[in-house]
C-alpha cells in the first residue's frame, strides 16, 4: 500500500496481536501507541496523544518563557496574547477557559453602534452619505444626499459610492450590484455576450459553468446541439449545464436553480480524509496515533509495526494490517519503499511536499528549514516569523481604507487559527472615499497609495493616516487599474485598462512616462520585484495571460497563458521567489517561479470571487467580493483557509505591511546615473526615460528634449492628446483631470493648450503637460464653438453660436471685451492672424453662410467669401505664410482653399478635396492638413497642395474627435525671430487690452468700463451700474456705456449668492455665499482677484446684507437663525442685534441720517418692522396688507422706504414710521429686489416658469405710474437681489464716522439721538477713568466645542448667544479645559491624535499649539492643573490615565491596569485629587491621588455609558448617555443624586454657581438645571449641531493654589500633589536629555509657639488654646450651616473655571452631614508656606478630601493590583 511508507510514523491498534517496536533512541508514548524522535521530548509541545512526552520532563524544563502561558496540565506553554483570544491553542482549551463571555460591545460618548453587529463607529460616519455598518445603520434616517457624485460621476444607490461617469453603461459591473449597468444598450464585442449588467468573453459561452449572475449564458446551450456528458470530475445541473465538482457543495449555487447546493453534508476536496461528522483532514494526520475525528475514525485499520521474521529481508520495518497473516516492509521517516517492496531509499521532502515555509535542505532521511534574513524559524521547525514591529493589513473596502492590526501568527502546528479576526483592532486610516480600489505603500517612507477609481485619481498620505490626502496622478486617467510602488527606485507603476498602457512615474507622480504602450488588452493587477528589476502584470483580456518586463519595459515575455481566465490578484513572495495569483473565473489562488515554471494550485476552494491578493511569513491573504469577506490560507498548501472579517462593503485590494515585504537592497538609480528625468531599473543596470511628450536629446542617452514637438491637438470628450504630425510616433494623452467635453481647442508656441468645455461651461488652458490646468472663464458663455490664441499678445478669442458673439479676453480670462454681436447668426469657427492683426470667421446661418473677416478690434469688418461655394463652413485654417486660407464644408462634404489678396478679398476657391462625411474641424502644420469627420469619427490628414495621395486616417484616438488645434506652430516670427507682437513687450502701453490692427496697436477695456481720457488706461468701472445676483453668479449693467450688455463679475465659481452690498468706500463686493453647503460673508473686489472671508461661523441661510458704509459696518438678516446681526468690516466685534420674536426676517435696509434699522418678517405674523440700529426702540411700520415683503431700500432724498412683495407681485412704498403708504407697481411676477435711484425704480421679477429663463431686469419712472416698465435684460433665470452702483457719489460724515469710532472701543453705532456703543455679542462694557471699554471675552460664559470648532455663550447677557471663535484646523475635537491665567482652551483632537491649546483672546492670529501628539496616542478626556501647569488626559488607544506638562514636555502615564476606554477626567489640585470615568468593561467612575496612589473606586452601579465628569465642591457630576441621566453624588461616592432623568444624549457637564451645564447630542442644544435638586430645567443655546464637551468660565475665581504653584514645587519634571501638603516629583516615561531629580524641594512649614517658657506654662497654654479653637470651629461651622441653607443661590467662594473643578466652601457644609473624624487636626494638612495659601475654603476643603480618601470603607478596589488600595 502507498501510503505505508507516506507517513512518519506508524502506530499499532490497541487490542491487536502485534506489539509496537521502538527502533534506536525513538521514544514510545505510554501504552505504546507511538514512537516520537528524540526532539519532540519536553519541548513544550505536547506529541503524543496521552501529552506523555512532555509528563517526564524535570520541573526546570516545563518553565514557559517569557511572554508565554503555561496551560492546565503544564505540558504546553502558549503566548500570553493568546489567552482569551477566542481560539483554543492548549490541547486542552484551558487558555480559553475563565475567560469574560462574549458581550455586545459598548460604544463609548462620540461614537455610534450599527443595530446589526454592534460595531462601533466615530460619530462622524453617521449620515455622511456612507453606510459603514454592515446593515448601513448608520445612515437610516438620515437625509438623502444631493448630488453627491458630482456631474462628473454615477451614485452606486445600493452600495452608496460614487464611480466615474465613463463607467457608467460600461459593460462592468463597477458598482458591485450591477445599477451602473441597468438599462445600458451596450453592444459586446463580436461573439461576446451581454449579461445584465456586464458582457463576458464569447469563449464563457454554454461553457458549462453560469458567468452571468442569472445564469443566462449557460440557457438555451441545449437547443444548439446535444450536450456532451458532464466528465467525472464535473456536476450535472438540472439544465444539463456542467459546472466544476468544487463548486458541488460549497455553500455558493453556481447552477441556475441552486440545485449544486442542495441535500448536501459536509464534503471534503479528494486529497483529504473525512471523518463521520464533516470534519476533513489532512491526510498526513491520519493514522498519525492522534485521534483528531470525533470517534476516532481516522486513526481505525491502520497498519502497524510488528516484529519481522527472520525470514524477512526488510531494510527497516515490518509492518501489518489486523488482517493480515504476516508483515510486509516498510520504511522509517523520510524513506520511500521501493519497487522491490524490501528496500528503502531517501525521500526529497523538500520536492515532494514543500514542508519549509522558506528554504528547504533535505538530508538522508529528513530535511531542514532555514529563513530568510529578518525571519526566524517557529518551534515546529518548518515555518519563519518576522521579527518586530508587528505585521499589519491594509485593506481597501471601497469607501474606506482600513488599517488592521494584531498579533501575526502563522500557520504552524499549534496555531489553529490565522492571523486575526473581526475583533482585532482596525483602524480607519481613510474615509469617506469615492471607489478606493488598488493600494500600495512604501515602508521606509511611511506612505500610502491609493488609487480612486470613481474620481480616476491617485492619492497619497501617511500610513498612518495622520496627514490629508494629497494627489498625486490627478489626470489623463480613464480606467486606471493595478498600483505597484518600487520602493528601492521610488517610482510609482500603474495601469490604465483603457489606454492599454503601463505607466511609471516619480512618487510625487511627476515625470510620468509610459513603459508598456503595445500588445496590452485588459491590463489588471501589477507587481514589482524592485530588487530584480521586474514588472509583472496580469491581462484579463480575450487572451488572459500573466507577463513580465523590466522595469523599463524591455525583456517582456508571457509567463503564464493557459489555464487563465480571470486573474484579478498578483502578489510575489520574497524569501521564496514565487509569484502569486487568484483566478475570479476558476475561483482559484496559483502560484509559480519569476520565470512562470513550477505551477502550482494553492487554493482550490474557498474562493468564489478572489480579487485582491497579499502575502506574509506563511499566510495568503485575499478579498472575495462573493463572501464579502478578508480570507487567509496557508501559502504552501492552502491548508486551514478561513475567513479573518467578514461583513465588508465591497473589500478590493490589500497589503501586508511590515519593513520585510520591502527587503532592502542597492538601488540602480543613484545620482550617479545621470538621468535628465526619469530612470527606470532594469537587471543590467538603468534606463533614462523622458516623460510622455518628450524625447531624448539627439545622440543622447540622458537628456531629454525641454518642449515636445510640434503636434496635432485633438480633443475629445473627456480627453485631450497630441498626435506627432509627420506620424511615426505614439500618441499622447495630455494628463489632465477632468477636461470636460471639448467644443473647441486652440493652442500656442508656447505649448500651452485652450478648449472650451461644453459641460462645464468654462474656457480652460494648461500646460502641454497637464500642469496649470485651470478654468479661465466661468460665466455668461453659451455654445463655444471657435477658439484661437494670439500668444504674441496674450490674447484669447472665441465665437459663441449661443449668444452669437465674438468675444475677446486676455489668456489669463481677465479683462472680457464684446468685440462683435451684431450680425452674428451662427458663427462655427475662428481664425488669427496676429502679425497682420487681422480676425476670421465663418458663420453658416442666417440668409447665406459665410466667412467674414475684421481687425482684432471688430473694426473694418467686411464679407470674405459668400455664395454658392459655401453651405456650412465650419474648420478655418491658414498656410504657414498666411498667403492661403482653408476651410470644410459640412454639408458639402469638401475642404477648400482660397489665396488672400492684398487688398483684404479672396482669390477664386479650390476645391481639394472631396466626398468628405460631414468634415466639422480643420488644422493646418507642415504643409500638412488635417480634419475631423464627424460622420466616421475620425481624423484625416493629407497635403495641403493639390494632387497629393489620397487622405488617409491617422490612429484611432480615444473616443470620437470633438476639435482640432496645432500645437508649437502658428503664424508669426519664425524660430529665429524675435516673439514680439503688434503690442511689444510693455502691452502697447495699455492697462487692460492691447488688440492688434492692420493698422497698429487699439488700447481697449473690458465690456461696460469706459476708457479715460488718455486714451490708454481704463477707468475703475462704469459711473452708473446696476449689479444683480443670479443665483451662482453676480452680474452687472452699465448705465451710462452705450450699448452696453449684462456681463459677469467675476466672482468664484462655486459661490452660490444669497445676498450682497456694495462698499462704496473701497469698492468692494460683500456677498453671502451658500456654495458648496458652506455658509459665509466673503468680501470681494470688483475684479474677484482679492477676496477674503470676513464672517464664516454660526450662519444660516442669509437672507440680506447692507452696509452702513459710515461707520464700517454690516449688517445682516439670517432667516435659519432668526436674527438680525452686525459686525465691523472686517468681520471683528460681531453682535446680535434683534433675535426676540424673530421668526423668518428676509429684506434689510438702513437710514443712515436718522440711524434707523429696517427688516422684514415673513414669519406670522408678516410685517415690516424698525429700531434703531442698535436693536433698541423696536416698532412695527407695515403690518396690513402685506404678503412676502423684500428687496427693502430707503431712499436718502425722499425719506421714503420702497419695497416689492414677492407674494402679492407689488412694489410698494410708505414714510419711514408706515404712514403714506402706496402701491407703485403692480401685476408683477414674483419680483425679488429692488433698487431706487434719482426717482426711478429698478427690480428683478420671474416672469416664466419656476427656473426657466423667463426673468428680467426692469425699470420705470416713480412718477410715471402709467408708463410700460422697460426691460433691461434678455431672459434670464433665478434673478434675486439688485443694487445701484454709483461711484463718486459725495459721502456723508455721521457721527460714528472719522478715525476716532466715535469714541467707542467697540462699535459705534448711529441712532437717532447720536450714537450708541456696544461691544460683541454677549460682551458687556466695562466702566473705566477713560469711559467704557469692551472686554476681551465675557466675565461668565459656557466655552463648549462642536467636531470642528471651538464656541462660546455667554452668561453675561440676558440673551445667550454662541459665538464661534475664529481657531483653525479644528478637525474632531471631544474634551476640553480652560486655562484662566493665559485665557487659553485646551482640548483633544481625535483626528489628530493631539491636545492642543489656543489663547481664545487673539485666536484669528495666533494658531493652535500643540501640546502633545503622538500617532500612539489617542487623547480623549482633558483636565488641567492650573498649579502646576499640568495636563491630565486618559488615552483610548493604549487605555490609560497620563499628564503632560502644559509645556508639551514630560509625558507620564500614571494608570493603566484594569482600563478599557477611559473617558472624560477631572481633577481638583489644592486636594490632590484626580477622577475619571470607565465607559466599558464595566462602567465606573474611579478616583486617585494626581500621582496615580490610592486609586478606588468611586461609582460602580447604575451606570451604562458614563460621559461627562465636573468636581464642584464635595460632590462629583456626571452624565450617563445610554441612561440619559444627569447625576450627582459625593466624593465617596454616597449620597447619590438623579438630577435629570430624561436627557436626549447628553455628552459634557460643567458647573458654576448653582447651576449644572451640559451639552447634548440629542436635542443639539446646551441645557442646565439646579445643581442641588435638577429643578428649573431650560434651553441656554439650541440649534447647535455636532457639540461636545462643554466648561464653564468665570472671571476672578481663584484657581486653589498648590505647593506646584511655586518653582514647580522644587521639581525638575513633574510636580504631582497628593493632598495635605505633601508632593511627589516624578520623572517623564521618555527621559529628555535633563536630569530628573524627584526629591521635593518644597517643605511644609509648621507652626511653632513663641514666648512661652517651661513646660507647664506651654500644657497650660496649649490646653487653653486648643479650647478655644475648637470653640471658634463649632461657632464657625453652624454658622456656614445656617448661611447655607438660607442662600442656597449664593455662588461659590471658591470656584475653578474649567469644568474640571469647581469648589466653594458653603457647599461643603450644605450638601454633606459634617463628620468629626474628618475635621480631626492632621498635621499633613497645615497650609502651605505664606504666598501659596488658598485661603480658608481651600484648606477646608483638602481637609474634607484627604479625610475622605483616608476612611473610605463604602469604595469598591481593583483587584489584581498590588499597586491599587484595598
Known sequence: MLWYSAFIYSVIRWGSAWALVCTGSDFSCDGGSQCLAPRKLCDQSADCADGSDEGSCEAGSRVCPAGQTPCSDHRLCVHLDWRCDGVPDCPDGSDEMGCAAPQRRRCVPGQVQCRGDGRCLDVLYRCDGTPDCEDGSDEIGCAAPSSPCGRDGFWCPHRSFCIAASQQCDGRDDCGDGSDEFGCNITCPVGGMRCQTMCIEASWVCDGSPDCADGRDEEGCATLEPPPPCAADQFTCDSGMCIPMEDHCDSHPDCAAGEDERDCEPNCAPELFRCPDGTCLPQEQVCDGVRQCAWGHDEDDCAHLAQCPPSARCEHHCIGLPSDTAPNCTCRQGYALQADRVSCKDVDECALSRPCGHRCVNTDGSYRCSCADGYQLRSDGQTCRAGAPPASLLLADRHAIEQVRGQVRGFSEHAAAGLTTNGAPAALTHKGLANAVYLDFHFNKGLLFWMDTAQNVIYRSLISGNSPPTTVVYGGLLHPVGLAVDWLHDLLYWADERQSVIEVSQLDGRQRHAVITEGLDRPRALCLHPERALLFWTDTGEEARIERSHGDGGGRRTIISEDLFWPNGLTIDYPTERLYWNDAKLNSISSCLLDGSDRQQVVRRGAPHPYGLTVFEDTLFWTDWKTHALHAAD???????????????????????????????????????????????????????????????????????????????????????????????????????????????????????????????????????????????????????????????????????????????????????????????????????????????????????????????????????????????????????????????????????????????????????????????????????????????????????????????????????????????????????????????????????????????????????????????????????????????????????????????????????????????????????????????????????????????????????????????????????????????????????????????????????????????????????????????????????????????????????????????????????????????????????????????????????????????????????????????????????????????????????????????????????????????????????????????????????????????????????????????????AHLDFVAEENAVVYSDRRLNQIRVVDIRTPATTPPRTVLESADVWPEGVAVDRSARLVFFTEARGPSVSVVALSGCCRRRLIADGLSRPGAVAVWPPAGLLVWVEQQGPPRIESARLDGSERRRLVTERLSAPTGLALEGDRMYWADSELHTLESADLAGGNRRVLVSSAGHPFGVTVMGDWLYWSDWGTHSLERVGKVDGSQRGTVRDKLERIMDVVAVSTGRPAGSTPCAQENGGCSHLCLYRGGGNLVCACPDTPDGRACDTTPHYQSQPSTAAGLSGVSTALLAAGGLLLLLLAVLLAVLFRRSRMAQRAPDREATLTFSNPTYNSSASDFSSEKRFSWRKAKYDRSQEPPPAGQSSGTASLEAAALINGVMADHNSSTPLASSPSLQH
Not at 698 to 723: F, K, M, R, W, Y
Not at 1177 to 1191: S, Y
Open 635 to 1373: 501559502k504552501r498548501h492552502g491548508n486551514r483557509a478561513h475567513a479573518l472579517r467578514t461583513g465588508l462593503e465591497h473589500p478590493m485590494d490589500v497589503r501586508a505591511v511590515h519593513p520585510l515585504r520591502q527587503p532592502g537592497a542597492r538601488s540602480r538609480c543613484l545620482p550617479a546615473a545621470g538621468c535628465s528625468h526619469l530612470c527606470l531599473p532594469r537587471p543590467d543596470g538603468h534606463t533614462c526615460a523622458c516623460p510622455s511628450g518628450l524625447r531624448l536629446k539627439t545622440g543622447s542617452t540622458s537628456d531629454c528634449e525641454s518642449e515636445p514637438a510640434t503636434g496635432l491637438l485633438v480633443a475629445s470628450n473627456g480627453t485631450l492628446q497630441v498626435a506627432p504630425v509627420l506620424g511615426g510616433g505614439r500618441w499622447h494623452l495630455v494628463p489632465l483631470l477632468g477636461p470636460g467635453r471639448p467644443s473647441a481647442a486652440a493652442a500656442d508656441r508656447r505649448h500651452t493648450l485652450y478648449w472650451a468645455d461644453a459641460d462645464g461651461g468654462c474656457l480652460r488652458s494648461a500646460f502641454w503637460n497637464g500642469s496649470q490646468h485651470r478654468c479661465l472663464v466661468d460665466a455668461n458663455l453659451g455654445n463655444i464653438t471657435g477658439l484661437a490664441v494670439d500668444w504674441l499678445s496674450g490674447l484669447l478669442y472665441w465665437a459663441d453660436a449661443g449668444l452669437r458673439r465674438l468675444e475677446v479676453a486676455r489668456t489669463d480670462g481677465r479683462h472680457r471685451r464684446l468685440l462683435v454681436a451684431d450680425g452674428i447668426d451662427s458663427p462655427t469657427s475662428l481664425l488669427l492672424n496676429p502679425t497682420a492683426g487681422v480676425m476670421f470667421w465663418s458663420d453658416a446661418g442666417g440668409s447665406s453662410a459665410r466667412i467674414e473677416r475684421s481687425a482684432m478690434d471688430g473694426s473694418g469688418r467686411s464679407v470674405l467669401l459668400r455664395g454658392g461655394q459655401l453651405a456650412a463652413p465650419t474648420g478655418l485654417a491658414l498656410d504657414e505664410t498666411a498667403t492661403t486660407i482653408y476651410w470644410c464644408d459640412e454639408k458639402l462634404g469638401t475642404v477648400s482653399a482660397a489665396r488672400l489678396t492684398p487688398s483684404g478679398g479672396a482669390g477664386p476657391v479650390r476645391t481639394l478635396y472631396s466626398g468628405q462625411r460631414r468634415p466639422v474641424a480643420l488644422a493646418a502644420a507642415s504643409g500638412r492638413l488635417f480634419w475631423l469627420l464627424a460622420g466616421a469619427e475620425t481624423v484625416v490628414n493629407a497635403s495641403g497642395s493639390p494632387g497629393g495621395p489620397p487622405p488617409t486616417p491617422l490612429s484611432a484616438a480615444l473616443g470620437p474627435p470633438l476639435a482640432l488645434a496645432v500645437l508649437g506652430a502658428g503664424h508669426g516670427p519664425g524660430d529665429g525671430e524675435s516673439p514680439v507682437g503688434p503690442c511689444g513687450t510693455d502691452n502697447g502701453r495699455c492697462s487692460h487690452l492691447c488688440l492688434p490692427t492692420p493698422n497698429g496697436p487699439v488700447c481697449s477695456c473690458p465690456t461696460g468700463v469706459p476708457m479715460s481720457s488718455d486714451g490708454r488706461s481704463c477707468q475703475s468701472g462704469p459711473a452708473l451700474s446696476l449689479v444683480f445676483s443670479r443665483g451662482w453668479e453676480v452680474r452687472r449693467l452699465s448705465l451710462t456705456e452705450p450699448a452696453s450688455v449684462d456681463t459677469v463679475l467675476p466672482l468664484p465659481r462655486s459661490a452660490h449668492v444669497t445676498a450682497m452690498a456694495w462698499d462704496p468706500r473701497t469698492d468692494r463686493l460683500l456677498y453671502a455665499d451658500a456654495g458648496g453647503g458652506r455658509r459665509r460673508i466673503i468680501s470681494s473686489s470688483m475684479d474677484g482677484l482679492k477676496s477674503h472671508v470676513i464672517v464664516a461661523h454660526d450662519l444660516g441661510d442669509v437672507a440680506d446684507i447692507v452696509i452702513d458704509d459710515i461707520g464700517g459696518k454690516i449688517f445682516w438678516t439670517d432667516r435659519t437663525r432668526a436674527s438680525v446681526e452686525v459686525c465691523s468690516l472686517d468681520g471683528q466685534l460681531r453682535q446680535l442685534v434683534v433675535h426676540s420674536r424673530l421668526r423668518s426676517p428676509r429684506g434689510l435696509a438702513l437710514s443712515h441720517r436718522h440711524g434707523l434699522l429696517f427688516w422684514s418678517d415673513w414669519g406670522r405674523p408678516q410685517q415690516v418692522e424698525s429700531a434703531w440700529m442698535d436693536g433698541t426702540h423696536r416698532t412695527v411700520v407695515v403690518a396690513e396688507g402685506v404678503g412676502r415683503p423684500c428687496g427693502l431700500v430707503v431712499d436718502a432724498s425722499s425719506d421714503r422706504l420702497f419695497w416689492v412683495d414677492h407674494q402679492l407681485g407689488t412694489v410698494e412704498s410708505a414714510a419711514l414710521n408706515g404712514s403714506e403708504r402706496v402701491t407703485l407697481v403692480s401685476d408683477l411676477s414674483r419680483p425679488s429686489g429692488l433698487a431706487v435711484h434719482h426717482g426711478r425704480l429698478y427690480w428683478t421679477e420671474e416672469t416664466g416658469a419656476e427656473g426657466a429663463d423667463g426673468g428680467s431686469v426692469r425699470a420705470r419712472d416713480i412718477s410715471d405710474t402709467s408708463a410700460t416698465p422697460e426691460t433691461l435684460t434678455r431672459p434670464l433665470s433665478n434673478l434675486g437681489h439688485i443694487m445701484m452702483l454709483e461711484r463718486d457719489a459725495a459721502m456723508l460724515r455721521y457721527v460714528c464716522g472719522g478715525g476716532d469710532n466715535g469714541g467707542c472701543s467697540g462699535l459705534c453705532l448711529r441712532i437717532p439721538t447720536g450714537r450708541s456703543c456696544v461691544c460683541g455679542t454677549g460682551l458687556v462694557p466695562q466702566p473705566t477713568d477713560a469711559g467704557a471699554t469692551c472686554p476681551d471675552r465675557p466675565a461668565r460664559m459656557l466655552l463648549y466645542l462642536t467636531l470642528n470648532s471651538v464656541a462660546r455663550v455667554s452668561l453675561d447677557v440676558s440673551q445667550p448667544w454662541d459665538v464661534t471663535l475664529p481657531v483653525t484646523d479644528v478637525y474632531n475635537a
